[in-house]
């Protein structure tokens, strides 16, 4: 493993359970945003660019568990935090038996598999952010109303207004992952 | 964005005296949903050389009441606010205010203090650079308020004392000011209400900075409601906002406080409206008519005589929501 030798102040995070040390000066700079640093630095595009002006949510990743606009945050101000993206949700669990044995599942979370099998995108601009959101509604209220997922998606945008089969999505995930 | 320093202040002297020395070189940082907007479009002819970072500062997003009333630390983000238990139960009308601005992201990430203390939507104000240059609007320092012989359906329906006619477009602002909120500063403390000028915006000197904000308990007895109407229900900042507290006692109204928000460059207390229903029975005819006074002296540019409309029938509302 590489020896970090320099002294340079560092950014430490945890991006899908995994610890990142990123050199401030190296790896990113302070006008860097959350956003910058997971799609061009750590390669992780399944964040996407939108507006860029904290307008449209598809930019959406999880703080600490709540959703917030990887557009406007700065990487240098994550310090420490924990960080979720759309990559993270995929189920990582390592195979203990058969002849997939030592590798992840990768099993779709009940969220993306119910956004696929109720056509809740079409050209998927916004389903990184959507998802994510209802990730963060779901975990903090397992049985939503309806209107309980409009409010919770209400910062995300779809430009092909596919919201009736999203909302739909996000009430059997809640079923599916109940039943869990 | 181009690059900025960064800097995480440990307390508000710290970062006072960082402002002070940058000689208007240093910005703060709070929530940053407005900065960096502002940033990454690059604005304004000055572009800061240091952030500021103000949430490192510990204690600053505190929220507490006693038997006064509540203080709210500049660096509590509107989510809190918005679901806090003590603050809903006894001043719903702020968590209302809180929980109605821009999107869940954005309260999750901004302030209070950034709400009260961000800058003004106009467009012509808020044109990129990339695109063409920025527009040395009047009140970037140029001749020209670009709204007056352009697009104004968004803003000031009541002048521009400063000669600029974008709105104060905090929601929390009108919230507060019928409240009768306090607010203190790294300086001074003084009422909500007069933290607010026209341009640039708020009293905060080039070094200052806003704490912490206190609203006084409300009066026994008191109601109230707060509006918002806006294009789209999510995510838009408002058209108009209205904000109302009545105390009725034996069906007739004591006490009155009317504001309205993105009306005009501050936060505006409709104080003919209020006395138009002091005493009064509160009834449809009555909040007819404290609507229609409260919309009087309105003096609409040429796209926006429809925001007065809107604004007449919210305050219409509001009072009979708080009645």
């Not at chain 1, 050209?123 to 939503?144: Q, R, V």
């Not at chain 2, 012509?124 to 009047?138: S, T």
């Not at chain 2, 034996?250 to 006490?255: D, V």
Request: a positive charge; proline letters at 5%; charged letters at 20%.
């Amino acid at each position: 493993m590489k020896q970090r030798t320099s002294r340079r102040p560092t950014v430490n995070l945890v991006i899908n359970g995994n610890p990142q040390v990123l050199e401030v000066g190296v790896e990113v700079q302070p006008w860097h945003t959350l956003n910058y640093t997971l799609r061009e630095v750590l390669s992780l595009k399944g964040t996407k660019v939108g507006c860029s002006h904290g307008g449209c949510g598809s930019c959406t990743v999880l703080r600490e568990g709540k959703p917030i606009l990887s557009c406007t945050t700065l990487t240098i101000e994550c310090n420490g935090a924990s960080i979720m993206t759309i990559e993270g949700l995929r189920d990582t669990s390592v195979m203990t038996a058969g002849g997939m044995r030592g590798t992840t599942t990768g099993n779709l979370h009940p969220l993306q598999q119910a956004f696929i099998d109720n056509y809740a995108f079409e050209c998927g601009m916004c389903t990184s952010g959507m998802i994510l959101s209802a990730e963060a509604l779901l975990n903090s209220n397992p049985d939503p109303t309806e209107d309980d997922i409009k409010e919770a998606l209400s910062g995300n945008l779809c430009r092909c207004g596919v919201y009736p089969n999203i909302v739909k999505a996000v009430h059997e995930a809640a079923k599916v992952k109940k039943n869990d | 964005m181009k690059p900025f320093q960064h800097v995480n202040a440990s307390t508000t002297d710290e970062a006072a005296s960082l402002l002070h020395k940058s000689r208007g070189k240093a910005k703060l940082i709070a929530g940053g949903t407005d900065l960096l907007g502002i940033l990454t479009d690059d604005i304004l002819p000055a572009y800061p050389r240091t952030l500021v970072n103000l949430k490192t500062i510990p204690g600053l997003d505190s929220i507490k009441e006693d038997s006064k009333g509540l203080r709210i630390g500049a660096l509590a983000k509107l989510s809190d606010i918005a679901g806090h238990p003590v603050i809903k139960d006894r001043y719903p009308m702020i968590a209302r205010a809180a929980g109605s601005v821009a999107m869940p992201q954005v309260r999750n990430m901004g302030t209070i203090g950034g709400n009260l203390c961000q800058d003004n939507r106009c467009w012509y104000y808020r044109y990129p650079n990339h695109l063409g240059g920025r527009l040395i609007c009047l009140r970037k320092g140029g001749t020209i308020c670009y709204t007056l012989t352009r697009d104004n359906r968004l803003d000031s329906i009541f002048g521009g004392p400063e000669g600029c006619f974008a709105v104060c477009p905090s929601d929390i602002a009108t919230s507060l000011v019928a409240m009768g909120a306090t607010v203190t500063t790294t300086r001074r403390a003084v009422a909500l209400q007069d933290f607010f000028t026209p341009s640039p915006g708020t009293i905060l000197d080039a070094d200052e900075i806003l704490t912490e904000i206190q609203v006084p308990r409300p009066r026994e007895g008191s109601r109230s409601a707060y509006l918002k109407f806006r294009l789209r229900k999510s995510i838009d900042f408002a058209m108009v906002n209205v904000a109302c507290v009545l105390t009725v006692e034996g069906g007739l109204c004591r006490e009155a406080s009317i504001v309205l928000g993105a009306v005009a460059p501050t936060p505006w207390r409709a104080k003919g409206a209020e006395d138009v229903l002091r005493g009064r029975l509160v009834d449809d005819a009555a909040a007819e008519e404290a609507g229609q006074i409260a919309l009087a002296n309105a003096t609409p540019l040429t796209m926006n005589k429809y925001k007065v409309a809107i604004a007449r029938v919210l305050v219409k509302r509001a009072i009979l929501a708080s009645a």
